[in-house]
């Protein structure tokens, strides 16, 4: 069963009814549901340095999930919260054992910050502390940086001793899968932490990435994520079905009509599953033809039932109960299960938005 809503029939805009481009189908699966990927199917284009491509398949470990590998108390840092994605250069002269010294240097760049009249979204009486710490079991490979987590707290200034702080902004850097031959061509004391993960007001984003571009000569960028990389994570999180009991496959589109229209189109995890496994062949990998066919019989059979092309508009949110993604670069992780996948998947996409 699929399920389509905030959108109906009655509402299908007349210069959208036009003919799929579907050629020689080759199969069904899941019900009547027609597969066929059509050699004219294009993808989202990368900006890439010439030792970084996209891969034309992805290693899907089925027995790696970061709840495995990871201590409880560090895995609930990155579950559950609402993560904007960024970029990041190389940092320069950056080390793992002076965090202690990192956490002392950023809390007092917050407080000269204050100081000079900076505006702060959680009150001007406030005192801030920061603590750097180190998650291990999130790199993977060997030239992996060891991913770092950062905490800002924050209490009231004349507070009652013993008054709990509050945790007002978290952020992590991480490196899964980066490529290796690349991580070994850096000059000597950079250290690579292609993605940033950042929760809490905007001004303290800024601040911090102010403070490592100053401390680190590094550059920050806010990272995207393109239909390509949505329809990676569709599929990744659609193959879990046989490990973990989710409920639901939901994309999200917008098409470009006046007022926009705006498309739910929900998938029962069951038929997306069936779907999946007509389609899929290997055990430990996804490919490119397997993920793209997938996303082309999904919108081939939203185009029967309604006559609209898909592809006319933007992909902008795949969500499951193990996860949402959206396009302008925000993601929760509510599991474990595949997190790396996705982290190498986000590694990736942040090396190649990067400036040449």
Known sequence: MFFFTCLSARDVPGDLHSTPNISNPNGYASGNLETGL?????????????????????????????????????????????????????????????????????????????????????????????????????????????????????????????????????????????????????????TYFPLFCSNGPETMTAIVRTWFQKTFDCNFGNLSINYSNLSWLAAIWTDCKQT???????????????????????????????????IHKENDQITLEEMGQFMYVLESHFFRHFKVHLTFGELIEVSTSLGVVQKNGRIKFLSGERMTAILTLLTENAVLMMPV
């Open 38 to 190: 059509p050699s004219s199917r294009k993808y989202a284009s990368f900006r890439r340095f010439s030792l970084h491509k996209p891969p034309s398949s992805r290693e899907i470990n089925k027995a790696n999930n970061l709840s495995q590998k990871i201590e409880p108390e560090q895995i609930s840092l990155l579950i559950g919260k609402d993560w904007h994605l960024h970029y990041v250069t190389p940092l320069y002269k950056f080390s793992h054992s002076a965090i202690r010294s990192y956490s002392r240097q950023l809390s007092a760049f917050i407080a000269a910050e204050k100081q000079k009249g900076v505006p702060f979204d959680m009150g001007s009486d406030n005192i801030f502390r920061v603590n750097f710490s180190i998650i291990l079991g999130i790199a993977e490979k060997e030239g992996d940086s060891e991913a770092v987590f950062i905490q800002i707290y924050t209490k009231q200034f004349f507070a009652i001793q013993g008054t709990t702080e509050n945790v007002i902004w978290s952020g992590w850097l991480a490196c899964v899968n980066c490529n290796t031959e690349y991580i070994s061509s850096l000059p000597p004391r950079f």
């Open 244 to 278: 973990v009991d989710f409920k639901y496959l939901k994309l999200s589109w917008t098409l470009p009509l006046r007022p926009p229209l705006d498309v739910t189109y929900t998938i029962n995890s069951e038929d997306g599953w069936e779907l999946w496994n007509s």
